[in-house]
């Protein structure tokens, strides 16, 4: 397994309670060297470092632990001004670079049951986002997302699915083919998660949430293919484009005013588009700025998304 000792620390350090929370994280280690002098003495931390040190040298659920003082560790864009939005440790299986170059990552997110019609069409625009050497980034969750996925495989692209349970216990259970599948054709499983919840129905419903904060972290552009209105069997999809655009990140939706302004499962993309928030996918460039084609998606760049060499994030914080 791939693991820093600064990593193995803080994860030892998360498991004890050393750690409380990703806010407090942020706010009290600043730098790799403040949190080793913060827990230089901790007991409870030396025991759990020696005792995770045993346990990674069986363990092939993981390929790989990075922490935010990796180099590996991707890009959080400064936008991100929530410290309890930051992540600090991912756990990991398959190919972590896919996350070193975010500009090339695009998040195409739904609701779990679409129709045929929209599962046509996001296949279109996923075929159209592999031609142009985009990285399809999903939750994995029934609908939407495992269409997105797969779709991406089909076509011989890489995808990345960010999952809200371990990475050894897949979300729902029937996508375990589709995660393995995943990492053999060179993409990459990632979870802030290494156990379960203790308590499951409370407890997931927070991770659930927490996913699509990252599923918005880490792509440039998040595209809501079809979701219904909010209390009207949305999915999560609108935690996901709320935080994109919070974030400063490109939100997009898949919607065709004649036919899909009477479409319930279409309902949400509709609300965003009335508050015009969003951009709408077009298949041809248009003068209008409220449309974006897919080839602008492309070459669509966020500069603070862009990774500078030999550079730590610590000042980030």
């Known amino acids: 397994m791939n693991i820093?000792?600064?990593?193995?620390?803080?994860?030892?350090?998360q498991i004890v309670g050393t750690i409380p929370s990703r806010a407090q994280f942020h706010k009290l280690y600043n730098s790799e060297s403040n949190f080793l002098s913060a827990i230089?003495?901790?007991?409870?931390?030396?025991?759990?470092?020696?005792q995770l040190t045993k346990e990674i040298e069986t363990n092939t659920a993981l390929d790989g632990v990075i922490c935010i003082f990796d180099q590996d560790f991707p890009l959080i864009n400064p936008t991100v001004k929530a410290k309890g939005d930051r992540p600090y440790l991912l756990f990991y299986k398959g190919d972590i670079s896919l996350l070193h170059h975010l500009n090339n990552n695009v998040a195409v997110i739904g609701h779990t049951s679409p129709s045929e019609n929209i599962q046509k069409r996001e296949r279109k625009i996923v075929s159209q986002l592999v031609k142009e050497e985009q990285v399809i980034v999903s939750g994995l969750a029934k609908g939407c997302d495992v269409?997105?996925?797969?779709?991406?495989?089909?076509?011989?692209?890489?995808?990345?699915?960010?999952?809200?349970s371990?990475?050894?216990?897949?979300?729902?259970?029937?996508?375990?083919?589709?995660?393995?599948?995943?990492?053999e054709t060179g993409g990459l499983l990632i979870s802030e998660y290494y156990t379960s919840p203790s308590n499951p129905r409370f407890e997931m419903t927070k991770r659930y949430?927490?996913?699509?904060r990252l599923q918005a972290m880490f792509a440039k552009v998040v595209i809501?293919?079809?979701?219904?209105?909010?209390?009207?069997?949305?999915?999560?999809?609108r935690h996901a484009m709320n935080k994109a655009l919070k974030y400063k990140h490109q939100a997009c939706v898949m919607y065709d005013e004649k036919q899909d302004s009477h479409v319930d499962e279409m309902e949400l993309n509709k609300q965003f588009v009335e508050a015009g928030s969003v951009k709408v996918l077009a298949k041809a460039a248009r003068k209008n700025p409220a449309f974006i084609t897919i080839d602008e998606i492309a070459k669509y760049r966020i500069s603070t998304l862009e990774r500078v060499t030999?550079?730590?994030?610590?000042?980030?914080f």
């Open 310 to 316: 030999s550079t730590k994030q610590d000042n980030l």
């Open 209 to 212: 949430i927490e996913r699509d």
């Open 166 to 183: 371990p990475i050894n216990e897949v979300l729902p259970k029937e996508h375990t083919k589709q995660a393995k599948q995943i990492v």
């Open 224 to 237: 809501l293919i079809a979701s219904y209105a909010v209390k009207k069997g949305d999915s999560g999809a």
């Open 40 to 50: 230089k003495d901790d007991i409870q931390v030396i025991d759990m470092v020696n």
């Open 4 to 13: 820093s000792d600064i990593a193995l620390k803080i994860w030892a350090a």
């Open 147 to 164: 269409i997105a996925h797969e779709e991406c495989m089909r076509l011989a692209g890489k995808t990345i699915a960010i999952l809200p």
